[in-house]
């Protein structure tokens, strides 16, 4: 524990009666503090938005009023990244969009890229752009962050001499293992590639 002042600028001087319990007021408790506080900005405030994407995929019926006011909060969120066609209109091409899933000849789409692939973006200039955002959320960097966790593994000391071609390949072997990668493949382009030290048996 840290010795105790009057006035002390330097560090937390929080009263403590043990090392345990100094460390829950000036370090714990504050971390768990400004977590929350970050988990629910980054997450809790986007929810409401989120949720009003589920007023894209048409049930089959007339939009209710729930639906439509879930489609004007994202007009209003999504202003800038639309066409100035105005609330009307882009309320008249609402109604359109699930009147033509009304008809038994159309199948309804059951997430948004099925609903991306039925839109026409003449037609539906507005619906698009929103079906294109609504199929783009759930991208995120967790690619990135795994190719970058696994190349830790890859360029090890023995293969720090290794071409980028040789890295790559290695590197989407290691991420992408539910391709099947048959050995028949890579003897036949190993083999076709001229004369080697070894002989590949083809």
């Known amino acids: ?7 002390q600028t330097k560090r937390c001087n929080v009263p403590a009666e043990n090392e345990e319990e100094y460390y829950r007021r000036a370090i714990f408790i504050p971390w768990l503090d400004s977590f929350i506080n970050n988990i629910s900005d980054r997450f809790l405030k986007h929810k409401c938005i989120i949720k009003s994407f589920k007023c894209l995929l048409p049930t089959g019926n007339s939009p209710n009023q729930t639906e439509k006011s879930q489609y004007l909060k994202l007009l209003e969120f999504y202003k800038n990244d639309i066409p100035e066609n105005g609330v009307n209109a882009a309320v008249a091409e609402f109604d359109l969009w699930y009147q033509k899933f009304q008809c038994p000849n159309h199948s309804l789409p059951h997430n948004a890229i099925d609903a991306l692939n039925l839109c026409n973006d003449t037609l539906f200039e507005t619906i698009f752009i929103l079906l294109k955002i609504f199929s783009t959320l759930p991208v995120s960097t967790s690619t990135t962050e795994r190719s970058f966790s696994i190349l830790k593994r890859i360029k090890t000391y023995l293969r720090n001499t290794m071409s980028q071609n040789r890295l790559n390949g290695l590197a989407m072997l290691h991420i ?11 003897l036949s382009v190993l083999g076709k590639k001229g004369p080697r030290h070894l002989n590949f048996i083809i």
């Open 1 to 7: 524990m840290p010795r105790l002042t009057k006035n």
């Open 176 to 186: 992408h293992r539910e391709i099947d990668v048959q050995t028949s493949e890579v």
